[in-house]
């Protein structure tokens, strides 16, 4: 019986397990996708790492926008021991009062609370090293822009999450992104996950870098000259384009005033790439592609002589007029009618093409279109379809009754300076994708041929009178190196009703240099110039020459021959060397190099070079403090020198 | 050793065996997540001087930035700008042209 019940509990035992034994092979070896749906939930875990915005670079590979790691401090505050404490520090240390930190800690229900986002390394390394339980951070990305308000509405900016809100950072936010990677992982009891490949946790997806056609220093120098513009004639604004007319690549696009991309949520003012966005009516820059596209068509040679009527021409019950009285000529060649900006001169040619042929040269130079560099927010500008009464097309022909923006005539002027083709703008030199390793470049796209290769010369040729002297671009003269251009100075359109603004006018120069081997093509214009004038000639074309100076000068470009007046001359120097006895190094004129100063020199307010050149000789050590000018000294001025000087120096802001 | 004593042993010996295998098993996996967590250590080494070699480059745009330098250089140094006709280029024929 005993036997019996034994070997029933036994079977009953073994046919358990045997059964829990089966159950768990068949759970394990039987593909069953809600249990493995469960599996999966139950011991892995997502985790997203999120990429980094690739930066923006210029020409030569220099950051004009990158994105570094920073680090964002949060708290749990239910494990933060003493919130008192804990925020008293954190107030001390961020310099903001203790309740709005308190206040965001002492919830100990909460277990998450954002403190302060983006910190930089030095503060992370503090906070972590006052190990206080509680508080964390979490690696996040922050957009810099070391150049402040270099090409600030051509780069845009970015929102508090990253992603581009204006310019090149918002029309490329897919590509400087980059793709965030999901990666799903193993994970413990307690939910942390398990580690197996290192690479995984701390790889960082990387956006695109984008390289730009944009030159940094010609920029600068480009920004520079238009804020000294600004300052120099009261202007409203200014803004300039300089292009490489072999492919039409934007090598500066520059306006002023600017913004601080890196603080662009303080203000939206000044966030307009006027280049592109803006459309106006130029004037007698314009008058390049009326003359261009009568020579194409066969109409007017350089030297066919136009009536010029004296500087006044009627079409109906309206007048044509000359800019100037002191061009009031009777008759005029093709070439002078550039040479002194005529616009009655202009009106007969456009007359002679007619309205049609006149639109049709204006929409083959670009105008009226989008040129297709691909930023935001580009104008077409305002090409209005023929028929045209007589005095619009005579309007036209010299730019008014055309809107257009600076864009479109600095790259129709390319077209000029390259022999004649159309070329589609970009500043998009090429698109870097650090993942893949793949590098997208943009090519040059010839849109079409606009003029023949000879009338183009011929263009040139006229354009370069326009600098020589008696012409209306004379200031935009560089010795030694040929310009070709044409000034404009054009009446602003009253934007708040019919008619143009009194007193403000746009001053604008386009041209290119050397004007025979064009390698830039430089377009200026200034808003409302209210001092020293406001007509091209002398506000527009001088900043056209320093820009061209710059660039030429930097490209180790060679100067050429032209007249003895572009030359340094030897008996010049010789003269003033002579005529001047100041000049003369004798040692009357350096008494203090012999006998150096017994008393402390006054230094307060001199460089530091300058106040050590006035103590040059004296047997002192001197105690520099600071950097800067001479705040104060020790001894003070006039007292007697002794084993040792302090010079304290007053910090300049420089940041 | 008799063969019946090897007999009696094989058991002991298979257990054995089987035991050392797991143990081995489980060492190699403890093994293998110890060097991911190495390997993570590193990883992360790397990255935070790829960080750092950032924000040196950043530092260097930030410092040589022509805004910078020319702030630098009229306000710390008693430098001015070239002024017109101060900058002289020679041609290829060695004349002096000012600029």
Redesign the interface.
């Given at each position: 019986m005993y036997k019996s019940r034994v070997i029933v509990i036994v079977f009953f035992i073994t046919g358990l397990w045997g059964a829990m034994i089966m159950r768990g092979v068949y759970l394990q070896l039987v593909p069953n996708p809600q249990f493995e749906k469960i599996k999966h939930r139950q011991f892995s875990r997502m985790i997203k790492l999120s990429s980094r915005r690739g930066d923006i670079l210029d020409r030569k590979g220099?950051?004009l926008a990158?994105s570094?790691?920073s680090y964002s401090l949060f708290a749990d505050p239910k494990i933060i021991k003493d919130p008192y404490a804990t925020a008293k520090k954190l107030a001390r240390h961020f310099r903001v009062s203790f309740r709005s930190v308190y206040n965001k800690i002492k919830n100990k229900k909460k277990r998450f609370v954002w403190l302060r986002r983006r910190l930089d390394?030095e503060e992370y390394d503090k906070i972590q090293g006052w190990k206080i339980r509680g508080l964390a951070f979490k690696e996040e990305f922050k957009r810099?822009y070391?150049?402040?308000s270099?090409a600030a509405p051509v780069l845009g900016f970015v929102g508090r999450e990253q992603q581009g809100l204006d310019g090149l950072e918002k029309k490329f936010e897919s590509v400087l992104s980059g793709d965030g990677k999901k990666v799903s992982v193993q994970r413990d009891a307690r939910g942390r996950a398990?580690?197996?490949?290192?690479?995984i946790?701390?790889?960082?997806p990387e956006g695109s870098d984008v390289y730009l056609t944009i030159d940094?220093?010609l920029q600068?120098?480009v920004e520079?000259q238009l804020q000294q513009a600004v300052r120099e004639h009261d202007a409203e604004s200014a803004w300039a384009v300089v292009l490489n007319p072999e492919n039409s690549e934007i090598l500066a696009m520059a306006n002023y005033p600017s913004y601080d991309p890196n603080r662009a949520y303080k203000s939206n003012k000044n966030r307009r790439n006027k280049t592109i966005h803006d459309v106006y009516e130029t004037g007698s820059v314009m008058k390049a592609f009326s003359v261009g596209g009568a020579l194409d068509r066969g109409i007017v040679e350089p030297n066919t002589r136009i009536n010029t009527e004296n500087g006044v021409f009627r079409i109906g019950k309206r007048k044509i007029k000359e800019a100037d009285k002191s061009h009031y000529f009777k008759e005029l060649t093709v070439s002078e009618i550039i040479s002194y900006s005529s616009n009655v001169g202009t009106s007969k040619i456009a007359l002679m093409m007619t309205d049609k042929a006149l639109y049709e040269t204006l929409m083959g130079f670009g105008f009226g279109e989008k040129s297709g560099v691909g930023l935001l927010g580009e104008a077409r500008g305002l090409l209005s379809e023929p028929p045209w009464r007589d005095h619009l097309t005579a309007n036209i022909s010299f730019g008014h009754g055309v809107a257009v923006t600076a864009l479109q005539v600095a790259n129709a002027y390319a077209a000029i300076a390259n022999g004649g083709e159309l070329n589609r703008p970009y500043i998009i030199k090429e698109i870097r994708d650090v993942e893949k390793g793949e590098v997208i470049k943009t090519k040059k796209k010839t849109i079409r041929r606009v003029l023949t290769e000879k009338n183009a010369g011929l263009m040139k040729m006229m354009l370069s009178s326009v600098v020589a002297e008696g012409g209306s671009g004379y200031k935009a003269r560089?010795?030694?190196y040929p310009v070709a251009g044409k000034t404009g100075t054009a009446q602003k359109v009253d934007p708040n009703g019919r008619g143009y603004l009194p007193g403000h006018y746009i001053s604008n120069f386009s041209g290119f240099v050397p004007a025979n081997d064009p390698r830039y093509v430089i377009y200026v214009a200034v808003d409302s110039p209210k001092k020293q004038g406001y007509y091209a000639s002398t506000v527009a074309a001088p900043i056209f020459r320093n820009i061209a100076?710059f660039a030429l000068?930097r490209e180790g470009a060679?100067?050429?021959?032209f007249s003895d007046s572009?030359?340094?001359r030897q008996n010049q120097v010789v003269e003033e060397e002579v005529s001047d006895p100041p000049h003369v190094l004798s040692l009357k004129n350096i008494p203090d190099r012999l006998d150096p100063p017994t008393v402390m020199p006054a230094l307060e307010g001199l460089?530091?070079?300058?106040a050590l050149i006035k103590l040059h000789g004296v047997d002192v050590d001197i105690d520099i403090r600071g950097?800067?000018r001479v705040l104060s000294t020790r001894p003070k001025e006039g007292e007697p020198l002794k084993k040792r000087a302090q010079l304290r120096l007053r910090p300049?802001v420089?940041? | 050793m008799s063969k019946h004593q090897v007999q009696t042993l094989k058991p002991f010996v298979s257990v054995l065996l089987l035991m050392c295998f797991l143990f081995a098993f489980a060492f190699i996996k403890m093994e293998n997540r110890r060097m991911g967590y190495s390997f993570l250590k590193l990883a992360q080494k790397e990255k935070q001087l790829r960080n750092q070699q950032r924000a040196k480059s950043l530092q260097l745009a930030h410092m040589t930035g022509p805004e910078r330098v020319q702030l630098l250089a009229t306000q710390r140094l008693p430098l001015k700008k070239a002024g017109s006709g101060q900058i002289i280029q020679m041609t290829e024929g060695g004349l002096a042209i000012i600029q």
């Open positions: 220099k950051e990158v570094v790691t390394r810099i070391p150049n402040k270099l398990l580690v197996e490949d290192g690479r946790f701390a790889s960082t940094k220093e600068y120098w520079d560089i010795y030694g100076k000068r060679t100067p050429v021959y572009d030359l340094v460089t530091l070079k300058e950097e800067g300049t420089i940041q | -």
